[in-house]
């Protein structure tokens, strides 16, 4: 993880477990708070695997509730963007629609610069 213009990169590899995601997402966002970092570009190319329906749901589920607890304690609004391929981005959304339905700003993107071109844009 390192901080550049703002920015939170954040580089992600191995085998998707449940258990590993919000693990990692936990790490992450103490360097969001120590940095009040508020754009936070997730580079998951590197993560393998395929998440069942109710694996995407729990960790999205855990990720509102825990970015919710940042806004509140920490007045930071984080955005979010996620660099991952299919299989592990779902096509159809699902996790991250469930994240947004909870107060997530999140998008996931198939390339890099997308991603970066989204949260250099002011809201």
């Known amino acids: 993880m390192h901080l550049h213009l703002g920015l939170l990169n954040v580089v992600a590899g191995g085998e998707f477990t449940l258990q590993d995601a919000k693990q990692a997402f936990l790490e992450m966002f103490g360097a969001v708070v ?4 508020e754009r936070i570009l997730l580079d998951g190319r590197n993560v ?19 970015t919710r607890r940042i806004v509140v304690e920490h007045k930071l609004h984080p955005r979010f963007a996620y660099v991952i391929h299919v299989p592990l981005r779902d096509p159809a959304k699902f996790g991250e629609t469930v994240a947004v339905n909870r107060g997530m ?19």
Do not use: C, V
Request: aromatic letters at 14%; hydrophobic letters at 35%; glycine letters at 8%.
């Open 34 to 37: 120590r940095h009040k970092a």
């Open 105 to 123: 700003i999140l998008r996931g993107f198939e390339m890099l610069q997308d991603a970066t071109e989204w949260l250099n844009k002011e809201r």
């Open 48 to 66: 393998q695997g395929n998440p069942k329906g109710m694996e995407r749901f729990y960790y999205s589920e855990f990720a509102a509730r825990e």
